[in-house]
């Protein structure tokens, strides 16, 4: 046995067993065997699934929870299932209503047309271009709407927000605040899987009173004062592109100033836009507090995007990470869960599922483009 255990690899251990088993079983004996156990120490007996499925029948508009209190009621004496286990049972029998959730998709908000400075800022990316390095360039602009002023080109080597707040915030400081800023639905203005479409940018934007305005998507006329600022941009300080990103930003600059101080625009009346804007009164001071003095209690949204209820956690949305947001009960075991003085869905006890409430920022009446 040793001789022949060595030519295979095998210990002699392992060969007495095959050898066992032939002398046992024959050739039959030799394939291989089911590993799943006897039996399973916390498997739910039999007549107690039975009777789970049989109580989804008699009472079809039920969950989990009220069916293994019912099932408890009737099991005198016996250990009742989890109300994981029941829900998990109803699954396999293919009793469970699975909800599809509503995903946001992308719209317009309500645009508005002000005719004074810093009422409305429009903010996008210039499509991106390799430069002579052969890295890609993304030029972030910020106009205003009113003047046609070019308060920021900046020369970025990416969309995410980790390079669009700098910038923003050091227009913020230059500039003050405006009242509302109109975007795309595009990164990182907009995030496709968040709550509304928000983004940490846009929820910024709200805590220093500042509203947004979206596009339709596909419809870049209605920002089309600043798609024809690109195209201007475009011919003038990008063709031919600069060897790498300090020299394209200074090239930048100088469009800027020339942009402002010479050159005249038709809709300005052959005015220059310096000679109509004006910075805005609003201040950058920086984020204040949040108070909710008319919600029973205040949460803050840990970095995973959740609140925390009755030691369970309500799944709410990662671009709210480290806000303050307002809980208030509206009905029996129904929660609404509200961000600054916008209301952003409810959820009850029982599943702290957040069901989305109707879009705060959503379009209403839309107005036709004048431009």
């Not at 209605?222 to 394209?248: C, F, I, Y």
Request: net charge positive; aromatic share 12%.
């Amino acid at each position: 046995m040793a001789s022949v255990c060595a030519a295979f690899g095998i210990s002699r251990k392992t060969g007495y067993k095959i050898y066992d088993r032939y002398k046992d079983f024959g050739l039959h004996g030799l394939s291989d065997r089911q590993r799943r156990p006897y039996r399973y120490a916390n498997q739910l007996p039999l007549p107690i699934e039975k009777q789970i499925v049989r109580l989804k029948k008699d009472y079809p508009d039920w969950g989990a929870p009220k069916i293994r209190e019912r099932l408890r009621q009737q099991l005198v004496g016996v250990a009742c299932p989890a109300i994981s286990t029941v829900h998990a049972v109803l699954d396999r029998h293919q009793l469970v209503k699975r909800r599809r959730r509503r995903r946001y998709k992308a719209e317009g908000t309500t645009l508005s047309w002000p005719t004074q400075p810093n009422e409305l800022w429009c903010a996008d990316y210039k499509g991106e271009f390799m430069l002579a390095n052969r890295q890609y360039c993304y030029p972030l602009t910020i106009t205003d709407f009113a003047s046609r002023y070019l308060l920021t080109c900046e020369a970025l080597s990416s969309t995410q927000e980790v390079y669009a707040f700098p910038v923003f915030e050091r227009t913020f400081k230059e500039f003050g605040l405006p009242r509302v800023i109109r975007t795309d639905n595009g990164i990182p203005f907009s995030s496709p899987n968040a709550l509304y479409g928000l983004s940490r940018l846009s929820v910024w934007w709200l805590r220093l009173g500042i509203r947004f305005e979206r596009i339709q998507p596909g419809h870049p006329e209605q920002n089309g004062r600043h798609e024809r600022m690109h195209l201007t941009l475009k011919t003038e300080a990008t063709k031919p592109a600069m060897s790498n990103v300090l020299q394209q930003q200074a090239r930048f600059d100088a469009f800027v100033d020339r942009y402002h101080q010479e050159r005249p625009h038709q809709a300005l009346e052959m005015k220059v836009p310096s000679a109509v804007y004006a910075p805005s009164p609003r201040p950058y001071q920086g984020l204040g507090e949040i108070d909710y003095p008319f919600h029973d209690w205040t949460a803050t949204v840990t970095l995973c995007g959740r609140i925390c209820f009755k030691k369970r956690k309500v799944n709410l949305s990662q671009v709210f990470a480290g806000q303050h947001v307002g809980v208030r009960q509206v009905a029996d075991r129904v929660w609404l869960v509200s961000f600054m003085d916008y209301d952003l869905g409810y959820f009850d006890d029982e599943t702290c599922r957040v069901e989305l409430n109707e879009n705060p920022f959503g379009p209403k009446v839309l107005p036709m483009s004048p431009e």
